[in-house]
């Protein structure tokens, strides 16, 4: 049993070693695609993004979510005319562990009204946990928060 234990600890880093960056990169590509989607108000690209038993708890929501509600925070600003018109993205941490990734970030979101003018910025805090489904990743999970008086 003893000698199992190196071999398998041996295999698995081999195994999952390489890819974890490939990994990693695949996820952060899809987060920004999330935003991308948004400031386009590809509404049918940003929910393929999501998994059919997604559950999170979005700043604008009193409670958390299922996937059927998770567009509605970007309807809500583009029925009163206003839509996102700049973003910036920090990312924090990211883990791939198997089929699974856990995503920290901040983003800095800028909105304006149809004629251009500033309407309001947002700056979150957001963890999403995504899940791989063949060879695309899902979110899964996910909340985000206001950031701190500081920024952070």
Known sequence: MLRIIPLFLALTATAFGPNLPKNEAQVWQSEKAYWEYV???????????????????????????????????????????????YYSIEQLAIQVTGDSAINHYRINATWA???????????????????????????????????????K
Not at 47 to 76: Q, T, Y
Not at 114 to 138: L, N
Request: charged share 25%.
């Open 39 to 85: 400031e386009a108000n590809d509404l049918e690209k940003y929910r393929a993004l999501w998994h059919e038993n997604f559950v999170g708890w979005l700043l604008v929501s009193p409670a958390p979510v299922r996937k059927d509600h998770i567009a509605n925070w970007i309807s809500a600003s583009t029925s009163k005319g206003i839509g996102l018109q």
């Open 113 to 151: 009204n149809r004629a251009g003018a500033e309407v309001r910025t947002d700056r979150m805090r957001i963890t999403h946990t995504w899940i791989r489904m063949r060879e695309t990743w899902q979110i899964i999970g996910g909340m985000s928060a206001p950031v701190n008086d500081s920024g």
